[in-house]
Each structure stands twice: as C-alpha cells, then as structure tokens.
C-alpha cells in the first residue's frame, strides 16, 4: 500500500514526500483505517516500528481548523525527551498545515508553557505530571480535545505516573477517541482500556519478543566492568564502522563511571545521558549525538526510551537489563527503517538467568563469540562485584525453658528495698507543727 492510497490530504501528503518515506510501515497502515472509522485503538508496538506517525497520520489528517486554537489533539508520553520528539515529529508532518504544536514537561519553565497554551495550541503534548498541573490550574482547556493518545502507556505506569493518568482520564470530555500505545499489554494496562476506553480494536506491529530482523545480535561473556570497559575501548578502537554507538547501563552511578573510564580514551567524543542529569545537558548529548559530535552515547534505560536517534550502527548492553522486554526496545535503536543494525551485549555470570528469559521471550539464542585473545581481563572489581562474605553463624545454646525464670538466688538485704514515696508536707507538718513551704528568694 502507498500513502497516496491511504486517503491522506494533500499538505500530509507533500510533508510525507519531504521526508522521503516511499510507504507507510505496517503499523501505519493498519491504524490508520481504524482511526478513519472512529474506534479506540490499543496500538501494540515498540519504537522503531514507526508508531509515532501511526498515530500522528490519522489524528493531524482529521483535525479541523478552529480560530479558537483550543487543543484538540493531546498526545502524553512518559517523558520529556519524548516530548520534544514528538512535537518536531508534528511540526514535520504539519510543514504544511496552519497548526501550532506546543510540548510541555516536568523540569521546564511552567510559565513559559502556560504563556505558549495561551496563544493558541491545536496539538498539546505533555508528561503526565505536568499535563496535570495546567489542566488545574486552568491553562489547558480540555473541552475541545476530541483525540487523546497514550504512548509508552506501560513506561507511564513502570515509572509510577498511575494517578495523574486517571486524573487526566477524569478531566477530558466524554467524548473522544482515545489511543494507546504499548509495547507489552500487562493486566493494569487492560484494567485502564476497560474503565477508559471503548472497546478497543487491537493492533500488533510486530509481536512482541520477536527481534527486529534487521538486526544482527552477539553477545561476549565478560567477567567485570573494568574487562567490560577494556573490550568496549578495543572494539571502539578496531572498528571504525562502529560510528554511532548506544550504550545501554544498569544504573546512573555506572553510567557515570563509564562515562570517566571512556571519556579519557576518546575525549570529546562521549556523551552520558541519565535522569540525574540537568535538562540541558540531556537535550544537548542527545543532539550531540544526533549530529554525529558523539561517536558514543551512554544511557540508562528509561531516559532511552521512545528515543528517535537515527542511524545508531551500535547497540551496546554494557549490562543485561533485568526486565526482557527492555532488552527488545534497547537494541530496537538500531537497525531501524530497513538499516542494518548490530546489537552486542555484555554477559557477566550473574547474568544467566536474565539472558535465558530475554532469549525465551525473543525465542532465539544470541550467539556468543569468544573474548578475543589480547583482551586484557581486570582483577579489579567494583564493590558490588566482590564476592559477599558471609559471617559463620555461631549456634548460641539457650538455656532449657524450665530454667529460664526469676533469679536463682536470694536477694541481699540491701536490694531487697522498696522505694516507698516520701510525704514531705506530712513530714514537715509532723516536725514543725505547721506546713513549711519552700520558697524562692525575692
Ligand atoms: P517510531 O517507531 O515512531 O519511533 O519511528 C521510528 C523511525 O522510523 C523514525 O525515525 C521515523 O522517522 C521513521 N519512519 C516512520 N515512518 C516511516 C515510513 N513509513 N518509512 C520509513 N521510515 C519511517
């Protein structure tokens, strides 16, 4: 199917041909008519897949035009980078459109966004929180949203923005279509489409757990951080293809100790982006990186989500996440749009089980490729990395029940006292005669 056949207006169409996107992914395709016929959709799909125009296609192509510029379409997603992504994914296919676009986010000058709702948006896009926020205080109108889309709906709840969903639910008017988007269905997201949604029509891009299949996947068992850190420097150094380079780490901390380890071996060229970061020093790495500044980008896995960075010739998990599912999205940054794309992941002991769960979710083995023979191996080993020592546990014998009880012996003399509270007025009056108050001195 083309896009000319898929009843699309002329300026969609002509923003369409700017890009340069020969047909719509299956995805796009597929919600696409359901949109057209006015059903909820419920959009099973990871990034990559081209959901962010299956959702904006249908949506921007049934906007009207209003002269009271109240929003009519808002898009939430989880989080700010997605914000800003998502809005210039709108401005693109609006090139030709008289439609303003506003992104607003947690973190952000809330009185610049309150300022830029007022002068007029027809298409809002917002985290969660601060959706919130300008809805109460009344900067968001809400009575003309008639679309509403929830991206990354299972990040949304992952990172524990329940609540200020289901206020937003409570705040938009009866009547809209509604339209979710994730990658796993869990039993809460259904929960949320049973009470919100109407009857939702399903629509899978790729089942989920199936790798993308323009994706060469490989992994390399490696002890600790410090060889991890010695094989990423000497794959880096031997493999000038590996130009634009996503590493995927468990946490800030490591993220940052990376950042030092490979920043002295390739200065100027590394970027770490982490939700610890300043917002500006996370939009600028990812541009960075964008423009090809940054050979390598080293990220945690929430602030990578929904991230659109084309052209990523490299994933790397320098750690093996532990939900599977974000095994599928991290190497998803590769290989997208019919590029080849090359995923290699890191494989300590410690890691068994959570590869045989992404691999029975992907149903598929990674190939393993030995360490190669010069690769120094580090004795060196980060805290957590260093063997537990468990102290012996000393039996302590307690004495036998029918000996535990009052004391064996006798109280001395002595101890065996009782405080008796003493009646000093009584003592005084049996003393003097008369009761003798102390007094203070004048
Ligand atoms: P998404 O899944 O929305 O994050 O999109 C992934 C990437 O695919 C983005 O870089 C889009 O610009 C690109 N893309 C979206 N639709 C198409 C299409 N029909 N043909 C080729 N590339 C596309």
Do not use: W
């Amino acid at each position: 199917m083309t896009f000319e056949e898929l009843n699309l207006t002329k300026p969609l169409l002509n923003a369409i041909a700017d890009l340069g996107y020969s047909k719509p992914t299956t995805i796009q395709e597929k919600v696409f008519s359901v949109m057209m016929s006015g059903q909820d959709v419920c959009g099973i799909a990871q990034t990559g897949t081209g959901k962010t125009f299956a959702y904006l296609l249908p949506t921007l192509r049934q906007l009207q035009f209003s002269k009271d510029r109240l929003p009519q379409l808002l898009i939430v997603v989880p989080t700010r980078e997605l914000v800003v992504q998502v809005v210039e994914e709108v401005r693109k296919l609006a090139a030709y459109m008289t439609l303003e676009a506003v992104g607003v986010y947690g973190g952000g000058n809330i009185k610049v966004q309150m300022a830029e709702l007022k002068n007029g948006a027809d298409v809002v896009v917002a985290t969660p929180g601060r959706l919130v926020d300008l809805a109460m205080n009344g900067s968001l109108k809400t009575k003309a949203i008639k679309k509403l889309v929830i991206d990354e709906v299972d990040e949304m709840l992952n990172l524990g923005f329940r609540t200020q969903l289901k206020n937003i639910l409570d705040l938009l008017p009866q009547k809209r279509q509604n339209l979710l988007f994730s990658a796993t269905i869990t039993n809460e997201v259904e929960a949320l489409m049973q009470t919100y949604f109407n009857n939702p029509v399903r629509i899978e891009a790729a089942p989920v757990g199936t790798p993308l299949e323009n994706i060469e996947q490989r992994a390399y068992h490696v002890p600790n951080f410090y060889t991890k850190v010695n094989l990423l420097d000497m794959l880096l150094n031997e493999n000038p293809d590996m130009s634009k380079v996503l590493i995927f780490v468990a946490t800030k901390s490591l993220a940052d100790q990376l950042f030092g380890q490979l920043e002295f071996q390739f200065p100027g060229g590394i970027g770490v982006i982490h939700s610890n970061k300043e917002q500006n020093h996370r939009f600028n790495s990812v541009r960075q990186f964008h423009e090809g500044s940054y050979r390598v980008l080293i990220a945690t896995d929430i602030i990578s989500r929904g991230l659109d960075v084309a052209e990523v010739s490299h994933v790397f998990n320098f750690d093996i996440p532990e939900v599977p599912e974000n095994y599928i999205h991290r190497i998803g940054r590769t290989g997208r749009a019919d590029k080849k794309g090359v995923a290699i992941s890191f494989i300590t002991d410690n890691d068994a089980e959570l590869v045989e769960n992404i691999e029975s979710l992907m149903s598929y083995s990674i190939p393993v490729v030995p360490l190669p023979e010069t690769l120094k191996i580090s004795e060196i080993l980060l805290e957590f990395e260093k063997p537990k020592i468990f102290m012996k546990s000393i039996d302590v014998k307690l004495p036998k029940r029918g000996t535990v009880g009052a004391a064996f012996h006798e109280k001395i003399d002595k101890n065996k006292k009782v405080n008796v509270r003493r009646n000093h007025a009584e003592e005084k009056m049996k003393k003097y005669g008369r009761p003798i108050k102390r007094s203070g001195k004048k």
